[in-house]
């Protein structure tokens, strides 16, 4: 037998076959498929064309409404309509809607939905998000999402990989922002392209799992048809506490081929920041030698609005105030994670600070609504793109950087790294 | 199949948020969001394109956001094909998976300027500047994906197996 990659061993179990190598076209069994309120309208209108109406498993599909949710107009409205009506005439389970919904990435590994040896396509470019429990997930289109809620079943080509080797500790204020903003400066927005992102080595034990969603969360960022980590015990134990569901651990063969390989200390890693207009654009907080000065912050987001993420925005607030003419926005990205932080006080940190705590929405970092930027505005933002107009007016910019610089930076108003604060 | 058309060229990186922005995807009707099609990017690319009209692009066309809304919006504006030296994986699955031909050509990418003509001929995968009298082999599809591409889109594929 010929050694395969972890994402290989995966879609292998899942076509039914002993083995498959990069490049090879294979139909796969999904155990889950997902939508939210953008991609699903056009996947429901999809379905209504195919000769079979019914969906293949109404356990396995996930309908999540986040993007212009509460409806931000009559047209979101619309479509909100049409997807709750599907879900509410093929009997879906797990349709999350005002009041149970959440930012759909951080939503479904905390309701368990998705663990360690899944095959999940959805139509949602961040669904690669999942990969850091150890599953193949990876964003598709609409019509492919339609194709899966009916057949149960996707084809892939069997990508080949990139294996990232992360030895040593972050430092204080670096996360795993830090580290993928890293790898994507470093291989560039396509330099994964078609290709798994595997991160391995004796540094992931120093990754909380929070940070393993944001870093497997921008694979799409580097191109990467999937990011993915190994199930260790950390991954277990979090899987225990979230899912019901049995769970299988791929390794990776110790011989298995990679197109590439990089070592990266995570020690030797710096807050870092990717400029306008593509996430590859990246410096270091050191490496920025003039004032950037900022009018909006931004703390949410399927990238980091996880409990971490804003454990770490209200130490750098608690006590401090968000610079005059700085508008700060901070969004817990699920309902469980929006009462976590009411009952730890980070909340109340935020508001005293002169935030504003939003409902959970995928709104400003699509340019939505919830925060848009007017010509000539600047944002920090622990989102997950950059792109021209991204967050509004075709001549605004979007900087990304972890939740430590954007907290810092909204209490400095211009582009800072905590230590600027004294921390 | 072939497709004759007039070029309208871009560089590399052209994300989704510059094919069809996300204000605009309140809606999935493709004549209006047709409308918006390539607005963040060249305003005047909606004046301008004519059916038949192709699009060549350079590296990564079409990465970040899932939205089939871009592929949908630049059929529906006319565009009879894209030319790239490469493209994002979700948007190439897109694009053939709603039936928008699309081909891979990094030679083509270079030597094909705006406003030039171009013809395309899907089944020999060969490229014609028809404007500089040069050609250019295209990379062709898997079996499997040409007759994704024949049924006109995977719904026509699946409803037809």
Known sequence: ?423 | MKAYGTVFKYGDNVDTDVIIPARYLNSSDPAELATHCMEDIDKEFVNQVKKGDIIVAEKNFGCGSSREHAPIAIKAAGVSCVIAETFARIFYRNAINIGLPIIECPEASKGIEAGDEVEVDFDSGMIYNRTKGTEFKGQAFPEFMQKIIKAEGLINYINNQ
């Open chain 1, 1 to 423: 037998m010929k050694a395969m990659t972890m994402t290989q061993k995966i879609l292998a179990a899942h076509a039914g076959l002993p083995y498959v190598e990069a490049g090879q076209l294979i139909e796969a069994d999904l155990d889950l498929v997902l939508g939210n309120d953008i991609t699903s309208p056009v996947a429901i209108h999809e379905m209504d064309k195919m000769a079979k109406q019914d969906v293949f498993d109404k356990d396995k599909i996930a309908l999540v409404m986040d993007h212009f949710i509460p409806n931000k107009d009559i047209k979101s409205a619309e479509h909100c309509k049409c997807v709750r009506e599907f879900a509410c005439s093929h009997d879906i389970t797990n349709y999350f809607d005002v009041g149970e919904m959440g930012i759909e990435h951080a939503l479904l590994p905390e309701k368990g939905l998705t663990v360690a040896g899944d095959v999940i396509i959805g139509a949602d470019s961040h669904t690669c998000t999942y990969g850091a429990l150890g599953a193949f997930s990876t964003g598709v289109g609409s019509t492919d999402m339609a194709a899966g809620m009916a057949t149960g079943k996707a084809w892939f080509k069997v990508p080949s990989a990139i294996r990232f080797n992360l030895v040593g500790k972050p430092k204080k204020w670096v996360s795993g922002k830090d580290v993928i903003l890293h790898i994507i400066g470093m291989i560039g927005v396509d330099g994964a392209l078609y290709r798994s992102m595997e991160f391995t080595g004796e540094g992931v034990q120093n990754l909380t799992m929070d940070d393993r969603f944001t870093i497997a969360n921008m694979a799409i960022e580097a191109g990467g048809k999937n990011g993915i980590f190994p199930v260790d015990d950390l991954a277990v134990a979090y899987m225990k506490e979230h899912s019901k569901r049995p769970f299988t651990v791929y390794e990776a063969d110790p011989d298995a081929a990679y197109d590439e390989e990089y070592t990266i200390d995570l020690g030797a890693l710096e807050p870092t920041i990717a400029f306008p207009h593509l996430p590859e654009n990246t410096k270091t907080i050191s490496e920025i030698t003039e004032d950037i000065k900022v009018d909006q912050a931004v703390i949410g987001s399927c990238t980091n609005g996880r409990i971490d993420d804003l454990r770490c925005a209200a130490e750098i607030l608690k006590g401090r105030r968000v610079k005059k003419g700085v508008r700060c926005i901070v969004i817990p990205a699920t309902q469980k994670i929006y009462l976590q932080a009411m009952e730890e006080g980070l909340l109340k940190t935020f508001i005293e600070a002169g935030a504003v705590v939003s409902t959970p929405t995928c709104g400003p970092c699509l340019g939505g609504y919830m925060g848009i930027l007017a010509a000539g505005e600047r944002c920090i933002s622990t989102t997950n793109r950059n792109f021209v107009g991204r967050m509004g007016h075709v001549d605004s910019e979007v900087y990304l950087a972890s939740p430590a610089v954007a907290a810092a930076s909204a209490v400095t108003g211009k582009i800072s790294a905590p230590s600027e604060l004294g921390l």
